[in-house]
């Protein structure tokens, strides 16, 4: 029997991997980072303050993991492949609709933002955190979140030809 | 570029619906005077729209088996880890070791009340405070060491701790978890060379062991508290006092 932190943490584990594969992009790597995110979580649940949402608290876990992983990576001079994202998948079928195409072409855009954007946009628009819950994730005030964003976001705009 | 008074960051944020009201209303005002700021946050909408669609799309992978696997044992170990160590932990933090989650009903029984309580439901035989009757149940209080498990009645009886009273009674935690599902999490204290039970939460979900709500923890915190219940007995005073029996 599960209790309520344990059922978030499950409940938030296909999200985590979504995350760890946005930043790492190798399924392999990916589920290893989930998994130290839970072993962590599960150690440290003390700290987490329960009148908080835990995503957040998880995200950050697991991107602090995902930088100590490359930190070693960085040593070992181990290369990332990224050919094989997963994100990469194109979209496609018998009917590509208007719909479609837009989000294909916005995907393109973010693609070729800076990592740092990106990330922010992850965790903003695709996760649906506040501008605070993202700067708790990523360790930096809730100001450079939100310039760091609207500089993201300006800039998919110029590229996709909005405005 | 944006050449308004307010920066791109404000502006994203009247998009996004995170401005105080004060602030968004001097945006909504510049706004209707300068087309330029209306023209920028319709394209932080815009994006906006784009992304949280984009992100919506993003396929919902369930998580792989064998990931999946790992995690369950992973949270398996942290529970163990929970349920073993915290025994003879030191301290006022009384803590019961293995509760089943979610309570279905408490009852304090001081002075033992003989009541009847459903565990599971109507269509479920219940069993009652009365449990210290079921055959077995005051052997294994007489018999079995803290942290230690063994057969009784229609279920097994785990001690989690023994403690004396501030009146000196002899008081064993419990949990006794019966063969059919269901478990009882109790207080029982020697009277006369007898069990009586002074507490017992009757907790649900039989197929595992796991954390008990804050909520029932603080329950059973109050009750231990206003029966002045000591430290847990260390293994040397708990076996000198069970061999004390009679």
Redesign the interface.
């Known amino acids: ?6 059922r978030d ?2 409940d938030a ?2 999200r985590l ?2 995350f760890a594969l946005s930043l790492c992009r190798r ?1 392999d790597m990916a ?1 290893d980072l ?2 130290t995110t ?2 962590r979580a ?2 440290g649940r003390s700290r987490h303050d329960p009148a908080t949402r835990l995503d957040p608290w998880l995200f950050r876990i697991l991107r602090n993991a995902w930088i100590d992983q490359t930190r070693r990576a960085a040593t070992r001079g181990t290369e990332i492949d990224v050919a094989d994202a997963p ?1 990469a ?1 194109t ?1 496609d079928g018998p009917r590509v609709t208007e ?1 479609t195409l ?2 294909q072409r ?2 393109a855009a ?1 693609a070729t933002l800076p990592a740092d954007q990106r990330e922010v ?2 965790l903003v ?4 955190m ?2 605070a819950e993202a700067a708790e994730v990523l360790g930096i005030p809730k ?1 450079t979140v ?2 760091r ?3 993201g ?2 800039a ?2 110029s590229k ?1 030809g ?2 | 570029m ?1 050449p308004t008074e307010f ?3 404000t ?3 009247y998009a996004d619906g ?1 401005l105080e009201p004060g602030e968004a209303r001097r945006v909504a005002e510049a706004a209707e005077a300068d087309p330029a700021i209306a ?2 946050i ?3 909408r ?3 729209a ?6 919506a ?8 088996d ?3 696997r ?2 369950e044992r ?2 398996a170990d ?1 529970r163990h880890a929970d349920t073993v160590v915290p025994l003879r932990r030191p301290g006022p933090a009384w803590r019961p070791a293995a509760l ?3 309570v279905a009903l408490i009852v304090g029984a001081v002075g033992g009340i003989m009541a009847s309580l459903s565990l599971r439901g109507p269509e479920d035989p219940a069993p009652s405070l009365a449990l210290l009757d079921a055959p077995g149940i005051g052997d294994a209080l007489d018999r079995l060491p803290a942290g230690s498990r063994g057969i009784a009645g229609d279920g097994e009886v785990e001690i989690i701790s023994s403690f004396l009273t501030d009146d000196g009674a002899f008081c064993r935690e419990f949990e006794f978890d019966r063969a059919a599902g269901g478990s009882i999490v109790s207080i029982a204290c020697r009277e006369d060379a007898a069990w009586t039970a002074r507490f017992a939460m009757v907790t649900q ?1 039989a ?7 804050a909520s029932a923890l603080a329950t059973l915190d109050a009750f231990l508290s206003t029966i002045g219940a000591g430290q847990p007995l260390s293994a040397e005073e708990e076996a000198a006092r069970l061999s004390a029996r009679d």
């Open positions: 029997m599960r209790d309520a932190f344990e943490l499950v584990l296909p991997r979504r399924p589920d989930v998994q839970v072993e599960m150690a994100e998948a979209i719909a837009m989000l916005t995907e973010m946009i992850v628009c695709f996760e649906e506040s501008y100001g939100m310039s964003l609207a500089r976001r300006a998919l705009a996709m909005i405005e | 944006n920066d791109d960051a502006l994203m944020a995170a023209a920028r319709d394209m932080f815009e994006t906006g784009l992304l949280g669609a984009l992100g799309a993003r396929p919902d992978e369930p998580l792989p064998d990931l999946a790992k995690v992973t949270l942290a089943a989650a979610s979900g197929d595992d062991t796991g954390y008990a709500p």
